[in-house]
Nanobody, 119 residues
């Protein structure tokens, strides 16, 4: 089992920045990739970023150039640095961990952290 806990959400003005954290515990040696997803009210959950165990990253077009995913192996934590935030970035942000090279229905999820971008 893997447990994920997100933190760092909050209210920020347009153009501002936030850094989300996702701390992992449990059988973390089995994790092959981690990622961030988000879900806005009335919308489906969407993928926005991936970081593999080899260090490769991928980003959705909607956040590319503004968001950066990184990790601190010593702290078993991944981060999502979000810059130049827009009102349309408002959503609940979820951390996801997979034991597979691809996302699967058996992946682990955190409880989510709310990000609100508003003036």
């Amino acid at each position: 089992q893997v447990q994920l806990v997100e933190s760092g959400g909050g209210l920020v003005q347009p153009g501002g920045s936030l850094r989300l954290s996702c701390s992992a515990s449990g059988s973390i040696s089995s994790i092959r990739r981690m990622g961030w997803h988000r879900q806005a009210p009335g919308e489906q959950r969407e993928w926005i970023a991936t970081l593999t165990d080899s260090g490769a990253t991928g980003y959705a077009d909607s956040v590319k150039g503004r968001f950066t995913m990184s990790r601190d192996n010593a702290k078993n934590t991944v981060y999502l640095q979000m810059n130049s935030l827009k009102p349309e970035d408002t959503a609940v942000y979820y951390c996801r961990a997979s034991r597979d090279r691809n996302w699967t229905p058996n992946d682990y999820w955190g409880q989510g952290t709310q990000v609100t971008v508003s003036s």
